[in-house]
């Protein structure tokens, strides 16, 4: 059975101190004390060109500005091409960054890259999708299963579709491509809502590739072969933003089919404000990117291996082999706090 854990407190503490080394906001980095060394780590994405990343950026720098000794980076490749991913972390590892955090583009192919990082020293924990059989410390994923379930489960509540005939619901999905990890576990969630709520139909999962303009040309074949569609369950950061766009192409009137988003670009918070949107699954990035780093530091700094415990000399691993950490539902309600703020 794989060691999982929904929120490690212990983990949780650990990023706390790690962020709140520096109690006293200013604006200059504090100088490290003697004794202090220098510590650099990577975050480096499947997709960087995802206005998503945005909020683990800000909250990197963040770290940067307060922590003695502590600097970050942030990249990736700008389309889920793994042989620059795989390139851009040989080269991390060749700058003997102390760590780096991973949101893998192929999962099996980077495996070896995975391994060989952590042979020359350079810990990687990944997020928002595993690499299994690898090396990698632990895997910080945002429940990803349960998330897209309880996004479904939201609008079968609020439409009052629990009840009716079976399959007179027709609802299609849009994922970002077959193959990353974080696309398979949320189709798999709407299937469970699906398979709970025998109202519902899935008539088409279609792929968008991180392309609004992709999702519409699907959305909008869709509705061509099936005019009885209900909803479009976006799983994906431009999916709804796509879909939108098709309703408008067609004529058709705000809320004439019910449409869910992932994750919190800014134009799709202005749809769900507007309407236009029911509600959008929110990774809680900025705590996964903390949890990330503090991990990081404790590799680095030794105390990640408890003292008082012989876990180590027993080749016991220190972390859970999964770290899941639950998102938020967006919708008219709460919206507002979730757009993107100016930061220092």
């Not at 003695?68 to 960054?97: N, S, Y």
């Not at 994923?141 to 439409?159: M, W």
């Not at 999702?215 to 509705?223: D, M, R």
Request: hydrophobic content about 45%; aromatic content about 6%; some cysteine.
């Amino acid at each position: 059975m794989k060691r999982t854990l929904a929120v490690s407190r212990l983990l949780y503490f650990g990023a706390l101190i790690t962020v709140g080394l520096s109690l006293v906001s200013c604006a200059e980095k504090p100088a490290a004390p003697a004794g202090i060394k220098t510590r650099r780590y990577a975050l480096n994405v499947v997709n960087s060109s995802i206005p998503a990343w945005l909020f683990a950026n800000d909250v990197l720098k963040k770290m940067s500005s307060v922590t003695p000794g502590l600097q970050t980076e942030f990249g990736g490749p700008t389309g889920g091409e793994v042989d620059k991913q795989i390139e851009q972390i040989d080269a991390l590892v060749a700058r003997h960054v102390n760590g780096i955090i991973l949101c893998p583009a192929d999962p099996k192919a980077l495996a070896p890259t995975v391994n060989r990082a952590l042979s020359s020293g350079v810990p990687i924990v990944t997020i928002f999708g595993d690499v299994a059989g690898s090396a990698r410390l632990t895997s910080i994923t945002a429940a990803e299963r349960l998330s897209a379930f309880a996004l479904v489960e939201k609008v079968v509540q609020d439409k009052g579709w629990a009840q009716g005939p079976e399959k007179s619901i027709q609802i299609m999905a849009i994922i970002t491509k077959p193959g990353l990890t974080f696309a398979e576990e949320r189709l798999a969630g709407v299937r469970d809502a699906v398979a709970k709520y025998r109202t519902l139909n899935l008539v088409r999962v279609v792929s968008n590739e991180w392309s609004d303009k992709k999702g519409a040309e699907q959305v909008a074949a869709t509705l061509q072969a099936n005019p009885r569609l209900r909803a479009v369950f976006g799983l994906d950061s431009r999916a709804a933003v796509g879909a939108v766009t098709a309703l408008r192409e067609a004529g058709k009137a705000k809320g004439s089919l019910v449409l869910t988003g992932w994750d919190t670009d800014e134009d799709l918070l202005k749809s769900v404000a507007e309407g236009w949107v029911h509600c959008t699954s929110a990774p809680n990035m900025t705590y996964m990117t903390q949890l990330g780093i503090s991990i990081l530091e404790a590799w680095n700094l030794g105390y990640l291996y408890p003292e008082s415990l012989k876990v180590k000399e027993f080749n016991l691993p220190p972390l859970p082999d999964h770290i899941d950490v639950a998102q938020t539902l967006i919708d008219t309600k709460n919206v507002n706090a979730f757009f993107r703020q100016a930061t220092q």
